[in-house]
């Protein structure tokens, strides 16, 4: 059997990893921003929304990123796939 099959799934799944990586920072940096604005206009009422917000998507996004990266990382490592 030839081995194109294992590098073609090895390739789609570090590309997953990596997109998944790039989407992650970018809800970092959203969720980064609504914790600025939140923070920098503390003294209105209100406020705790964009903090709030901020720091959920912040958790949110962190821990998915973290599950779906463990996950496919650990199925490479379980199939031997990894170089």
């Known amino acids: 059997m030839s081995?194109?099959?294992y590098r073609l799934k090895t390739l789609?799944?570090?590309t997953l990893m990596v997109g998944?990586?790039?989407i992650t920072l970018c809800?970092?940096?959203v969720s980064l921003t609504s914790?600025?604005?939140g923070v920098k206009y503390i003294?209105?009422?209100g406020s705790w929304i964009p903090i709030l917000s901020g720091a959920m998507l912040l958790a949110l996004g962190a821990?998915?990123?973290f599950r779906l990266t463990t996950g496919i990382y650990?199925?490479?490592k379980q199939k031997d796939l990894l170089d």
Do not use: D, G, M
């Open 3 to 5: 081995p194109t099959p």
């Open 12 to 14: 789609f799944s570090w």
């Open 20 to 22: 998944t990586t790039a």
């Open 27 to 29: 809800l970092v940096l």
């Open 35 to 37: 914790l600025w604005v």
């Open 43 to 45: 003294q209105r009422t």
């Open 63 to 65: 821990w998915i990123h």
């Open 74 to 76: 650990r199925r490479l």
